[in-house]
């Protein structure tokens, strides 16, 4: 058995808190540090780990020759310039949702890990959902024929953010997925948004996306709903799949479909609609926040890259911004751009 890996986090806020809660179990780690601004905070969190020291001040952990990797679930703008000391400083990295606030800053934090030869790795949780993962082979294993199009709804009742769009809160999580299942990053898209609540904020978003090997989908998101959804509707040449990470049955493929003939004479042209069984299958009981900081640990470990590779990170990242470059433009259809040899 390894040892656990000695581990640092910056951030326990909101979101810190379900990794406090996931480090605690995780026999992979070993949570020394916890740092935030907030007095309050800090020592509220600090007693649910007594083990862990808490402490204001960043360089405290940074000073810790024994610690091997730090943890950021930190405001988006500061993911750069915290990330970079911390690779600077010899520490592996794990970035919270997007990797950092712009292409330029995620490439640089990549290729300075790369540099320092230390993980890079973000917080793109639902990469580990084991309802994603068994679509992912549904599609890899082409199940379901030629993916045609994904419709996918992420939409609730707040919360608003103060630092970021809905666009750079919610869109990663989708723009992850998609990029995950479908292997390529969109070539373009087009976007539509309005700031409700908060002048100038965007709390709901629509979101057209094109993909090179002729895939379609629609990315729906919004902290201003009457309920909680998250659905996700995908359509192949061979089977359907619904993918609802709220119901009892997070996956049902539906073996339905068209089935066209030739046309017996001019002007004819006749389809048949095949609607066949839906079967829910089997999903494992397994935490995906769990399972990612496993990841996490495992590659400081091993070496290896892990799933969600800070690749893919830098990809969500140049989705997010051509959102807003469309946003800027009325709406305008625009081009993603190729990845740099950086991230590859």
Known sequence: MSEPVRIGMAGAGRWGRHLLRNFATLPGSDLRWIC??????????????????????????????ELEAVVLATPVPTHHELARRALEAGKHVFVEKPLAASVADATAIVSLGRKRERIVMTGHTFLYS???????EQIHQERIGVPYFISMSRVNLGLHQNDVSVVWDLGPHDFSILRYWLGETPARLAALSRDCIVPGTPDVAFINL??????????????????????????????????DDTSN???????????????????????TYRTGDIVSPRIEAAEPLLLELNDFCDAIRSGAAPRSSSSIGVEVVRMIEAVDRSLAESGARVEIGAASEATL
């Open 36 to 65: 935030d601004p907030d007095d309050g905070v800090l020592h509220e969190r600090a007693a649910a780990v007594p083990t862990a020291r808490p402490t204001t001040d960043f360089d405290d952990l940074l000073s810790d020759t």
């Open 130 to 136: 084991p309802a994603v993962n068994l679509i992912r």
């Open 210 to 243: 094109e993909f090179a090997s002729g895939t379609i989908a629609h990315v729906e998101i919004a902290w201003l709903a009457p309920s909680k959804l998250r659905r996700t509707a995908i359509v192949g040449s061979r089977k359907m799949v619904v993918y």
């Open 249 to 271: 049955e997070p996956v049902r493929v539906f073996d339905s479909g068209v089935l066209p003939r030739d046309p017996t004479s001019f002007g004819e042209y006749k389809l």
